[in-house]
């Protein structure tokens, strides 16, 4: 079949159809409502990767519940420094997201955000004394004032009723409760924005549009080259600045750019399945999401929960994520993806990741050879009632770690968020997992600071990001009277419990 060729020119390229572009071109639309925007999608829908309702946890990341966010170092003591920043960033979501109900760019908030407890949950001696230390430190904190801890198994059934039904007695339990928690339908967040930007005209939305290529522009920005997966016709769209938030897809796409900051950049894929409760009476018997402790060599985002979520009003209930290994880089995408990223760049930096990760590798070993009862078995350490028959195994979405270069070990894999941006700042990339989506919005607002030095320095710039995000400019860890004002206002308008 012939292929038609049509070229066009626009300010800004989002490769995706994620929480992470929607998230950009709403901020965009706002900071600068003069540029245009064509956001190209592979996919039939909006956010049906990653982003999707059951294939992430939906967990809001505040480091409330997220043992791995206040690791333990060599000499006892705990670290809550980023337990700290991610809970500011996460406020910064909230900020974006109660702006954007107040000025009409989301509808109520329910539709995509409610409020659910965030509980830790441990046993054992030594996790025990670490949850109280844990608590000690973050309860001090201004950010985490309300959070309470029990040992009293009374209150736990209070607080989880699941957990503790059928207990037998055994090793010290301890338990940590945040109330103000969230479950957040990040699929349903990024139609309703995308929707929102449509109707405003600024941004155009091409849906089965594959982006294949992306070369510079010799008269500046980018020429992206995207494929119509359905008529097969070719689409060159010229740019000022394109973002790759093409989820797993971001990394092929950051390689082909070739752009130096690229070099030496590889991906881990890891993927994930949950446990789905079918059983109506027991959903409706939990609501927290409670967080536990990851198994020795899991990676961070590993951490077993049970959870509650919330989604087109329903409530549900899975635990998991078990991990599994696949060459994917995204869940629909194909195997050779891994194969296909391999460079002379980056190979190095994979061998020296594959030879300092013995404990994942065995990991996952285990996780991909486990049978239908031992998932049960790890499902009833936090719920010993739980039966067979009543949950369904289902897949998660894809994730793909960050490998990257390291002068001493020659290569390191990382765990969280990363950005990767050329020099220029014509072109950015997003990578890595965690805390992703609840720190979107701080993540997008350092990226367009970045790339659109010059826009950010002006004073309609400044004051609109101000008006959107009270805090900006301030640090809420270290301003508590800040702190207070930016949580009433985002308590009142998206409806958290304090
Ligand atoms: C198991 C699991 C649990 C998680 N739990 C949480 C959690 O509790 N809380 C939290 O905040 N985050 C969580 N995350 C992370 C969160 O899901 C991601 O950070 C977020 O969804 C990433 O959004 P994205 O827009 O970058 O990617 P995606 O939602 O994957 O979107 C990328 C889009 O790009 C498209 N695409 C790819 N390649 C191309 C191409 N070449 N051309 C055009 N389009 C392309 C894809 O089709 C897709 O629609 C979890 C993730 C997983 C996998």
């Known amino acids: 079949m012939a292929t038609t060729r049509t070229t066009e020119r626009v300010d800004v390229v989002l490769v995706g159809g994620g929480i992470m572009s929607a998230t950009l071109g709403a901020l965009l639309n706002e900071l600068m409502p003069d540029l245009s925007i064509r956001v190209f999608e592979r996919l039939e829908g909006i956010a049906v990767e990653s982003s999707e309702v059951m294939n992430n946890a939906g967990t809001g990341h505040a480091a409330n519940c997220e043992l791995n966010y206040t690791p333990q170092k060599a000499d006892g003591t705990i670290d809550i420094a980023k337990a700290l920043a991610i809970n500011e960033s996460f406020e910064v979501s909230l900020q974006l997201w109660s702006h954007l109900v107040e000025t ?30 844990r608590h000690a430190l973050l ?32 090793p010290p339990l301890a338990c940590t409760r945040v109330d103000r928690g969230t479950d957040i339908d990040f ?23 594959h ?24 689409q060159e769209v010229r740019a000022g600045f394109v ?5 797993g897809g971001a990394l092929p796409l950051l390689l082909k750019s070739r752009i130096p900051e690229s070099r030496g950049y590889a991906g881990f894929p ?3 399945q949950w446990l ?14 409670v967080y536990g402790k990851a198994s020795v060599g899991a990676p961070p985002m590993s951490v077993p929960h049970l959870d509650t979520r919330i989604w087109n009003g329903k409530r549900s209930l899975l635990f998991g994520p078990y991990a599994g290994f696949t060459t994917k880089y995204l869940k629909q995408g194909s195997y050779w993806d891994l194969p296909k990223s391999l460079r002379i760049s980056n190979i190095g930096p994979m061998l020296a990741v594959a030879r300092d990760n013995w404990n994942l590798t065995r990991y996952l070993i285990g996780q991909v050879v486990q049978s239908p009862e031992e998932r049960l078995g790890a499902l009833q350490e936090y719920m010993p009632s739980a039966r067979k028959d009543d949950w369904r195994l289902e897949v998660a979405g894809q994730r793909v770690q960050v490998i990257k270069r390291d002068p001493e070990r020659g290569g390191k894999l990382g765990f969280g968020t990363e950005v990767v941006t050329a020099a220029d700042g014509s072109l950015a990339a997003l990578l890595g997992a965690s805390p992703g989506a609840s720190t979107a919005a701080d993540t997008m607002i350092d990226l367009i600071r970045k790339c659109f030095p010059e826009r950010a320095e002006t004073e309609a710039f400044k004051s609109t990001l101000r008006k959107m995000i009270p805090s900006h ?26």
């Open 104 to 133: 009409g760019g989301l509808p109520e908030p329910r539709s995509f955000l409610n409020p659910v407890p965030h509980l830790s949950f441990v046993w054992g001696d030594a996790n025990v004394g670490f949850l109280r230390a």
């Open 139 to 170: 309860s001090a904190h201004p950010m985490f004032a309300d959070m309470r801890i029990t040992e009293d198994a009374g209150r736990m059934v209070d607080w989880m009723p699941l957990v503790m039904q059928d207990r037998k007695p055994g």
């Open 187 to 209: 699929g349903v967040l990024a139609r309703l924005l995308f929707a929102g930007l449509q109707a405003r005209g600024n941004l155009t939305l091409k849906m089965r549009h």
């Open 211 to 234: 982006v294949k290529a992306l070369h510079r522009d010799p008269e500046g920005g980018w020429r992206v080259i995207a494929k119509d997966r359905e008529t097969g016709d070719i």
């Open 243 to 247: 973002f790759l938030g093409a989820g």
């Open 270 to 272: 890891v993927s994930g």
């Open 276 to 289: 789905v409760c079918q059983n109506p009476e027991i959903i409706a018997r939990h609501q927290a999401k």
């Open 473 to 498: 400019g301030h640090v809420l860890a270290r301003e508590p009277a800040v702190l207070g004002a930016v949580r009433a206002r985002t308590n009142h308008v998206l409806g958290l419990v304090e």
